[in-house]
């Protein structure tokens, strides 16, 4: 389990560098202490799967990129590899629409409130 942890560890770090974020940036988002990201970077401890799933919005990554491949054994792995590779058109969006839906993974649930209430009225008056 350390080598896998360490894999997701350094995918996190890759992806945070690349994106020019700072450990304190992402755990903010997260809404988690800076420490526990630290953690999840240096490979000693590992985020379950909903907090991989946010991050890999943070990045704009599939959730896959951030796990080995191997990781396919565990069967929750198996079910988000599923879903992510569906032919669903839910699962198809395009790169403005991955970032939305990553802008409002951050949000608080008061802020989550307020952008589907402005969506919802926005949409009533294209009607």
């Given amino acids: 389990m350390k080598i896998r942890q360490k894999f997701v560890g350094d995918r996190l770090r890759h992806y945070r560098e690349a994106c020019a974020l700072s450990q304190g940036q992402v755990a903010k988002a997260l809404n988690i202490d800076r420490s526990t990201y630290t953690k999840y970077e240096t490979g000693e401890t590992e985020p379950n799967l909903n907090t991989i799933v946010k991050i890999a919005a943070i990045y704009n990554v599939s959730p ?4 080995p491949m191997n990781a396919a054994d565990d069967t929750s792995v198996q079910k988000l590899k599923d879903a992510v590779q569906s032919d669903s058109p ?3 969006l395009n790169k403005e629409e991955r ?5 409002y993974r951050v949000l608080s649930k008061e802020q989550k409130q307020q952008a589907r209430e ?3 009225n926005m949409s009533k008056k294209e009607k």
């Fill in 99 to 103: 970032g939305l839906i990553a802008l």
């Fill in 90 to 92: 839910i699962y198809q």
């Fill in 118 to 120: 402005m969506i919802g």
């Fill in 64 to 67: 896959l990129e951030l796990l």
